[in-house]
Protein backbone atom coordinates (compact mmCIF):
# COMPACT_ATOMS: atom_id res chain seq x y z
CA UNK A 1 0.00 0.00 0.00
CA UNK A 2 1.46 3.27 -0.79
CA UNK A 3 2.87 5.68 2.01
CA UNK A 4 0.64 8.07 3.52
CA UNK A 5 -2.46 6.52 2.29
CA UNK A 6 -4.96 5.04 4.79
CA UNK A 7 -6.08 2.05 4.88
CA UNK A 8 -10.00 1.09 4.33
CA UNK A 9 -11.86 0.94 6.89
CA UNK A 10 -14.28 -1.78 5.12
CA UNK A 11 -12.40 -4.92 3.84
CA UNK A 12 -13.57 -8.12 2.32
CA UNK A 13 -10.76 -10.27 4.46
CA UNK A 14 -12.18 -9.66 7.90
CA UNK A 15 -10.68 -13.27 9.10
CA UNK A 16 -7.12 -12.71 10.07
CA UNK A 17 -7.37 -8.54 10.88
CA UNK A 18 -9.83 -10.10 13.55
CA UNK A 19 -8.06 -12.57 15.02
CA UNK A 20 -5.16 -10.14 15.37
CA UNK A 21 -7.81 -7.56 17.17
CA UNK A 22 -9.34 -10.18 19.24
CA UNK A 23 -5.79 -12.14 20.72
CA UNK A 24 -4.72 -7.81 21.74
CA UNK A 25 -7.89 -7.11 23.32
CA UNK A 26 -7.70 -10.47 25.40
CA UNK A 27 -6.24 -8.29 28.70
CA UNK A 28 -9.44 -5.64 28.23
CA UNK A 29 -11.81 -8.86 27.67
CA UNK A 30 -10.27 -10.18 30.93
CA UNK A 31 -10.25 -6.74 33.04
CA UNK A 32 -13.99 -5.94 32.09
CA UNK A 33 -15.00 -9.13 33.29
CA UNK A 34 -13.04 -9.10 36.13
CA UNK A 35 -15.11 -5.59 37.02
CA UNK A 36 -18.47 -6.69 36.07
CA UNK A 37 -17.68 -10.18 38.13
CA UNK A 38 -16.49 -7.84 41.20
CA UNK A 39 -19.97 -5.37 40.72
CA UNK A 40 -22.10 -8.85 41.10
CA UNK A 41 -20.53 -9.83 43.91
CA UNK A 42 -20.68 -6.17 45.27
CA UNK A 43 -24.62 -6.42 44.64
CA UNK A 44 -25.06 -9.89 46.09
CA UNK A 45 -23.74 -8.19 49.28
CA UNK A 46 -25.40 -5.37 49.33
CA UNK A 47 -28.79 -6.84 48.86
CA UNK A 48 -28.51 -10.17 50.80
CA UNK A 49 -29.63 -8.37 54.26
CA UNK A 50 -31.95 -6.26 52.46
CA UNK A 51 -34.68 -8.66 52.25
CA UNK A 52 -34.15 -9.38 48.10
CA UNK A 53 -35.51 -13.02 47.88
CA UNK A 54 -32.76 -14.26 45.09
CA UNK A 55 -35.27 -17.45 44.56
CA UNK A 56 -38.00 -15.39 43.65
CA UNK A 57 -35.66 -12.87 41.24
CA UNK A 58 -34.63 -16.40 39.60
CA UNK A 59 -38.14 -17.93 39.44
CA UNK A 60 -39.11 -14.78 37.24
CA UNK A 61 -36.78 -16.12 34.64
CA UNK A 62 -38.52 -19.89 34.76
CA UNK A 63 -41.62 -19.43 34.06
CA UNK A 64 -41.71 -16.91 31.20
CA UNK A 65 -44.11 -17.49 28.43
CA UNK A 66 -41.20 -18.68 25.76
CA UNK A 67 -44.22 -18.06 22.95
CA UNK A 68 -45.35 -14.52 24.08
CA UNK A 69 -41.22 -13.64 24.24
CA UNK A 70 -40.76 -15.40 20.99
CA UNK A 71 -43.41 -12.13 19.44
CA UNK A 72 -41.75 -9.77 21.74
CA UNK A 73 -38.29 -10.49 19.98
CA UNK A 74 -39.84 -10.27 16.48
CA UNK A 75 -41.08 -7.46 16.83
CA UNK A 76 -38.10 -5.47 18.48
CA UNK A 77 -36.46 -7.37 15.36
CA UNK A 78 -39.04 -5.68 13.29
CA UNK A 79 -38.02 -2.09 14.85
CA UNK A 80 -34.89 -1.75 13.13
CA UNK A 81 -36.08 -2.22 9.80
CA UNK A 82 -38.77 0.23 10.51
CA UNK A 83 -36.45 3.08 10.82
CA UNK A 84 -34.21 1.86 7.97
CA UNK A 85 -37.62 2.31 6.32
CA UNK A 86 -38.02 5.69 7.82
CA UNK A 87 -34.54 6.57 7.26
CA UNK A 88 -34.81 5.75 3.56
CA UNK A 89 -37.19 8.84 3.28
CA UNK A 90 -34.86 11.14 4.46
CA UNK A 91 -32.28 10.24 2.70
CA UNK A 92 -34.50 10.43 -0.82
CA UNK A 93 -33.49 14.19 -1.45
CA UNK A 94 -29.92 13.13 -1.93
CA UNK A 95 -30.15 9.63 -2.64
CA UNK A 96 -33.33 8.60 -4.50
CA UNK A 97 -31.86 5.83 -5.57
CA UNK A 98 -30.68 4.55 -1.89
CA UNK A 99 -30.73 0.62 -0.85
CA UNK A 100 -32.99 -0.39 1.49
CA UNK A 101 -30.68 -3.09 2.24
CA UNK A 102 -27.68 -0.76 2.96
CA UNK A 103 -29.19 1.15 5.42
CA UNK A 104 -31.01 -2.09 7.18
CA UNK A 105 -27.16 -3.01 7.88
CA UNK A 106 -25.77 0.41 8.75
CA UNK A 107 -28.79 0.33 11.04
CA UNK A 108 -27.93 -3.26 12.67
CA UNK A 109 -24.33 -2.19 13.14
CA UNK A 110 -25.04 1.45 14.51
CA UNK A 111 -27.25 0.11 17.11
CA UNK A 112 -24.82 -2.69 17.83
CA UNK A 113 -22.10 -0.19 18.44
CA UNK A 114 -24.66 1.78 20.70
CA UNK A 115 -25.00 -1.33 22.76
CA UNK A 116 -20.73 -1.78 22.69
CA UNK A 117 -19.55 1.32 22.91
CA UNK A 118 -22.80 3.55 24.41
CA UNK A 119 -23.85 6.73 23.53
CA UNK A 120 -21.09 7.66 21.16
CA UNK A 121 -21.95 4.35 19.09
CA UNK A 122 -24.86 6.86 18.08
CA UNK A 123 -22.73 8.64 15.59
CA UNK A 124 -21.65 5.29 13.85
CA UNK A 125 -24.75 4.29 12.06
CA UNK A 126 -25.37 8.15 9.93
CA UNK A 127 -21.54 7.76 9.35
CA UNK A 128 -22.08 4.32 7.84
CA UNK A 129 -25.20 5.15 5.59
CA UNK A 130 -23.17 7.93 4.86
CA UNK A 131 -20.16 6.05 3.26
CA UNK A 132 -22.75 3.61 1.86
CA UNK A 133 -25.24 6.33 -0.28
CA UNK A 134 -22.33 8.57 -1.14
CA UNK A 135 -23.77 11.19 0.73
CA UNK A 136 -21.98 14.11 2.77
CA UNK A 137 -21.79 13.00 6.66
CA UNK A 138 -23.17 15.91 7.84
CA UNK A 139 -26.38 15.52 5.74
CA UNK A 140 -26.72 12.21 7.79
CA UNK A 141 -26.36 13.71 11.17
CA UNK A 142 -29.11 16.06 10.12
CA UNK A 143 -31.12 13.25 9.12
CA UNK A 144 -30.18 11.60 12.08
CA UNK A 145 -31.32 14.83 14.60
CA UNK A 146 -34.45 14.48 12.63
CA UNK A 147 -35.19 11.22 13.53
CA UNK A 148 -34.76 11.60 17.62
CA UNK A 149 -37.25 14.79 16.51
CA UNK A 150 -39.77 12.76 15.47
CA UNK A 151 -39.23 9.76 17.84
CA UNK A 152 -39.09 12.73 21.20
CA UNK A 153 -42.62 14.07 19.88
CA UNK A 154 -44.09 10.37 20.34
CA UNK A 155 -42.35 9.96 23.52
CA UNK A 156 -43.82 13.30 24.73
CA UNK A 157 -47.20 12.34 23.40
CA UNK A 158 -46.80 8.53 25.28
CA UNK A 159 -45.54 10.69 28.51
CA UNK A 160 -48.40 12.90 28.25
CA UNK A 161 -51.56 9.91 28.01
CA UNK A 162 -49.36 7.96 30.48
CA UNK A 163 -49.93 11.77 33.11
CA UNK A 164 -52.97 12.24 32.22
CA UNK A 165 -54.63 8.48 32.80
CA UNK A 166 -52.48 8.09 36.07
CA UNK A 167 -54.05 12.12 37.26
CA UNK A 168 -57.50 10.97 36.45
CA UNK A 169 -57.70 7.57 37.71
CA UNK A 170 -56.16 8.63 41.20
CA UNK A 171 -53.58 6.12 41.09
CA UNK A 172 -51.97 5.68 44.18
CA UNK A 173 -47.64 5.64 42.72
CA UNK A 174 -44.61 5.98 44.66
CA UNK A 175 -42.56 9.13 45.73
CA UNK A 176 -40.16 9.00 42.99
CA UNK A 177 -42.72 8.51 40.28
CA UNK A 178 -45.17 11.23 42.34
CA UNK A 179 -41.74 13.56 41.54
CA UNK A 180 -42.07 12.51 37.47
CA UNK A 181 -45.48 13.15 37.00
CA UNK A 182 -45.34 16.74 39.21
CA UNK A 183 -42.68 18.35 37.41
CA UNK A 184 -43.20 15.89 33.64
CA UNK A 185 -45.92 17.85 32.53
CA UNK A 186 -43.49 21.23 32.56
CA UNK A 187 -41.43 19.46 30.32
CA UNK A 188 -43.54 17.75 28.60
CA UNK A 189 -45.15 21.07 27.36
CA UNK A 190 -41.58 22.62 27.14
CA UNK A 191 -39.98 20.13 24.96
CA UNK A 192 -43.21 19.74 22.50
CA UNK A 193 -42.81 23.01 22.16
CA UNK A 194 -38.99 23.35 21.04
CA UNK A 195 -39.95 20.48 18.48
CA UNK A 196 -42.58 22.06 16.69
CA UNK A 197 -40.94 25.30 16.82
CA UNK A 198 -38.22 23.17 14.96
CA UNK A 199 -40.05 21.37 12.79
CA UNK A 200 -41.67 24.60 11.36
CA UNK A 201 -38.93 26.28 10.81
CA UNK A 202 -37.48 24.03 8.81
CA UNK A 203 -40.24 23.41 6.96
CA UNK A 204 -40.74 27.20 5.88
CA UNK A 205 -37.50 29.02 6.51
CA UNK A 206 -34.95 26.52 6.25
CA UNK A 207 -33.33 28.35 3.21
CA UNK A 208 -33.19 32.13 5.42
CA UNK A 209 -31.47 30.43 8.34
CA UNK A 210 -29.32 28.62 5.93
CA UNK A 211 -28.25 32.33 4.47
CA UNK A 212 -28.40 33.97 7.53
CA UNK A 213 -25.69 31.07 8.81
CA UNK A 214 -23.27 31.53 5.47
CA UNK A 215 -23.46 35.33 6.02
CA UNK A 216 -22.06 34.94 9.05
CA UNK A 217 -19.58 32.74 8.04
CA UNK A 218 -17.99 35.73 5.43
CA UNK A 219 -15.54 36.61 8.56
CA UNK A 220 -13.56 33.39 7.96
CA UNK A 221 -10.52 32.86 5.65
CA UNK A 222 -11.25 31.21 2.12
CA UNK A 223 -10.16 27.55 2.68
CA UNK A 224 -12.12 27.59 6.11
CA UNK A 225 -15.03 29.45 4.85
CA UNK A 226 -15.55 27.28 1.91
CA UNK A 227 -15.55 23.93 4.21
CA UNK A 228 -18.07 25.16 6.48
CA UNK A 229 -20.17 26.06 3.96
CA UNK A 230 -20.08 22.59 2.34
CA UNK A 231 -20.89 21.63 5.60
CA UNK A 232 -23.64 23.77 6.43
CA UNK A 233 -25.35 23.17 3.17
CA UNK A 234 -25.15 19.44 3.51
CA UNK A 235 -26.20 19.41 6.98
CA UNK A 236 -29.43 21.64 5.52
CA UNK A 237 -29.95 19.05 2.68
CA UNK A 238 -30.08 16.15 5.22
CA UNK A 239 -33.37 18.12 6.49
CA UNK A 240 -34.48 18.27 2.76
CA UNK A 241 -37.66 15.97 3.98
CA UNK A 242 -38.75 18.02 6.11
CA UNK A 243 -39.71 20.67 3.30
CA UNK A 244 -41.97 18.24 1.05
CA UNK A 245 -45.13 17.81 2.53
CA UNK A 246 -45.45 13.96 1.24
CA UNK A 247 -42.17 13.36 2.61
CA UNK A 248 -43.12 15.04 6.18
CA UNK A 249 -46.95 12.53 5.73
CA UNK A 250 -44.44 9.47 4.92
CA UNK A 251 -42.06 10.54 8.12
CA UNK A 252 -45.09 10.61 10.47
CA UNK A 253 -47.03 7.06 9.33
CA UNK A 254 -43.61 5.54 9.35
CA UNK A 255 -42.51 7.05 12.79
CA UNK A 256 -46.27 5.94 14.12
CA UNK A 257 -45.74 2.68 12.98
CA UNK A 258 -42.53 2.09 14.46
CA UNK A 259 -43.69 3.27 17.67
CA UNK A 260 -46.76 0.95 17.29
CA UNK A 261 -44.39 -1.77 16.77
CA UNK A 262 -42.71 -1.14 19.75
CA UNK A 263 -46.02 -0.98 22.24
CA UNK A 264 -46.82 -4.29 20.89
CA UNK A 265 -43.15 -5.54 21.54
CA UNK A 266 -43.95 -4.42 25.66
CA UNK A 267 -47.63 -5.85 25.13
CA UNK A 268 -45.25 -9.37 24.12
CA UNK A 269 -43.10 -9.03 26.99
CA UNK A 270 -45.92 -8.07 29.85
CA UNK A 271 -47.76 -11.18 28.66
CA UNK A 272 -45.03 -13.32 29.07
CA UNK A 273 -44.60 -13.16 32.74
CA UNK A 274 -47.11 -13.88 35.02
CA UNK A 275 -46.64 -11.13 36.97
CA UNK A 276 -47.55 -8.84 34.36
CA UNK A 277 -49.77 -11.02 32.17
CA UNK A 278 -52.99 -9.65 33.73
CA UNK A 279 -52.10 -5.93 32.57
CA UNK A 280 -53.61 -4.88 29.71
CA UNK A 281 -53.07 -2.24 26.86
CA UNK A 282 -53.47 0.82 28.61
CA UNK A 283 -51.54 -0.29 31.17
CA UNK A 284 -48.61 -1.21 28.42
CA UNK A 285 -49.26 2.19 26.93
CA UNK A 286 -48.33 3.79 30.03
CA UNK A 287 -45.58 1.97 31.61
CA UNK A 288 -44.18 2.68 27.45
CA UNK A 289 -44.54 6.17 27.89
CA UNK A 290 -42.72 6.81 31.16
CA UNK A 291 -39.93 3.86 30.40
CA UNK A 292 -39.55 6.38 27.22
CA UNK A 293 -39.88 9.29 29.03
CA UNK A 294 -37.66 7.84 31.83
CA UNK A 295 -34.99 7.13 29.32
CA UNK A 296 -34.57 10.67 27.52
CA UNK A 297 -34.91 12.45 30.82
CA UNK A 298 -32.78 12.12 33.76
CA UNK A 299 -35.10 10.86 36.96
CA UNK A 300 -34.57 13.61 39.88
CA UNK A 301 -32.36 11.50 42.53
CA UNK A 302 -31.89 8.39 40.76
CA UNK A 303 -30.91 9.15 36.88
CA UNK A 304 -31.73 7.52 33.83
CA UNK A 305 -31.99 4.20 31.97
CA UNK A 306 -34.17 2.37 30.48
CA UNK A 307 -33.75 -0.33 33.36
CA UNK A 308 -34.35 1.88 35.67
CA UNK A 309 -37.13 3.73 34.44
CA UNK A 310 -38.82 0.64 33.98
CA UNK A 311 -38.02 -1.10 37.54
CA UNK A 312 -39.36 2.20 38.96
CA UNK A 313 -42.90 2.32 36.82
CA UNK A 314 -43.32 -1.98 37.68
CA UNK A 315 -42.83 -1.28 41.30
CA UNK A 316 -43.97 2.07 41.75
CA UNK A 317 -47.08 2.04 39.72
CA UNK A 318 -48.21 -1.07 39.21
CA UNK A 319 -46.73 -2.70 42.66
CA UNK A 320 -44.86 -5.67 41.16
CA UNK A 321 -42.63 -7.21 43.47
CA UNK A 322 -39.16 -6.19 43.44
CA UNK A 323 -37.65 -9.60 42.26
CA UNK A 324 -40.20 -9.95 39.75
CA UNK A 325 -39.35 -6.38 38.53
CA UNK A 326 -35.57 -6.27 38.67
CA UNK A 327 -36.11 -10.10 36.43
CA UNK A 328 -39.17 -8.52 34.31
CA UNK A 329 -36.52 -5.02 33.73
CA UNK A 330 -33.81 -6.75 32.47
CA UNK A 331 -35.04 -9.23 29.88
CA UNK A 332 -37.09 -6.07 28.48
CA UNK A 333 -33.21 -4.26 28.33
CA UNK A 334 -31.93 -7.45 26.65
CA UNK A 335 -35.12 -8.03 24.14
CA UNK A 336 -35.62 -4.29 23.24
CA UNK A 337 -31.69 -3.29 23.43
CA UNK A 338 -29.32 -5.84 23.39
CA UNK A 339 -30.80 -8.04 21.25
CA UNK A 340 -29.87 -6.28 17.56
CA UNK A 341 -26.28 -7.41 18.59
CA UNK A 342 -25.66 -11.08 17.06
CA UNK A 343 -26.86 -9.47 13.99
CA UNK A 344 -25.17 -6.49 13.89
CA UNK A 345 -21.55 -8.09 14.64
CA UNK A 346 -22.27 -11.47 12.06
CA UNK A 347 -23.38 -8.04 9.36
CA UNK A 348 -20.36 -6.27 10.31
CA UNK A 349 -18.21 -9.21 9.77
CA UNK A 350 -19.78 -9.38 6.21
CA UNK A 351 -18.86 -6.03 5.77
CA UNK A 352 -15.64 -6.64 6.15
CA UNK A 353 -15.57 -4.37 9.67
CA UNK A 354 -14.00 -6.23 12.49
CA UNK A 355 -13.31 -5.29 15.73
CA UNK A 356 -10.93 -2.79 15.81
CA UNK A 357 -12.32 -1.19 12.72
CA UNK A 358 -15.62 -0.91 14.68
CA UNK A 359 -14.48 1.50 16.90
CA UNK A 360 -12.10 2.57 14.32
CA UNK A 361 -15.60 3.93 13.21
CA UNK A 362 -16.97 5.13 16.36
CA UNK A 363 -13.98 7.04 16.97
CA UNK A 364 -14.07 8.86 14.01
CA UNK A 365 -17.78 8.97 13.89
CA UNK A 366 -18.17 10.96 17.46
CA UNK A 367 -14.93 12.91 16.15
CA UNK A 368 -17.49 14.73 13.53
Request: aromatic residues 12%; contains cysteine; glycine residues 10%.
Amino acid sequence: MPRGRKRPLITRRPGKELAIALKNRHLGWIVGSLAVAAAAVLAAYRLKDSGFDWGRFAATFLVIDLRWLAGATVLALATYFGRALRWEVMIRPLQPNASLWRLFVATAIGFTALVIFGRPGEFVRPYLIALKEKVPVSSQLAAWILERIYDLLVVLLLFGFALTRLTSTGATVGPTVRTVLQTGGYAVAVLCTLCLIILIGLRFFSDAMQNRILEGLAVLPEKPRAAAERIVRAFVSGMGSSRDGSFVFLLIFYTLVEWLIIVGCFYCLFRSFPATAHLGAMDVLIFVGFVAFGSVVQIPGIGGGMQVAAFLALTEIFGIAVESAGGISILIWVVTFVVIVPFGLILAFHEGINWTKLKAIEQEASSL
